[in-house]
């Protein structure tokens, strides 16, 4: 069961916010309030949309658009992983 500050958008998946803690690795880039472009459909939101599963070995963000996968953080014993194969662009950064 999801923690109760998280939205649950159906019956497994959550919003893009759901990211933010997983993503820290990256430093001070907040992927949840800039701009990302799917590079499959060429939908451009706010990293928030994106429809989040989560679980303990690590997070999946999909499109909301075309389901296509943006982004893929697995826990892994050396440290945390990020790969963004779905992401054409990432814009709108804050510091």
């Given at each position: 069961?999801?923690?109760?500050d998280?939205?649950?958008?159906?019956?497994?998946a959550?919003?893009?916010?759901?990211?933010?803690?997983?993503?820290?690795?990256?430093?001070?880039?907040?992927?949840?309030?800039?701009?990302?472009?799917?590079?499959?459909?060429?939908?451009?939101?706010?990293?928030?949309?994106?429809?989040a599963?989560?679980?303990?070995?690590?997070?999946?963000?999909?499109?909301?658009?075309?389901d296509?996968?943006?982004?893929?953080?697995?826990?892994?014993?050396?440290g945390?992983r990020?790969?963004?194969?779905?992401?054409?662009?990432?814009?709108?950064?804050?510091?």
């Open positions: 069961m999801p923690a109760p998280l939205v649950t958008l159906d019956g497994n959550l919003d893009g916010n759901a990211l933010a803690g997983r993503l820290a690795v990256l430093g001070s880039l907040d992927v949840t309030s800039a701009t990302v472009r799917c590079a499959g459909c060429g939908r451009t939101g706010a990293g928030a949309q994106m429809r599963y989560v679980s303990g070995m690590g997070a999946v963000g999909r499109c909301p658009g075309c296509a996968v943006l982004v893929v953080v697995v826990e892994h014993p050396s945390t990020v790969a963004m194969p779905g992401v054409a662009w990432i814009g709108d950064l804050e510091p």
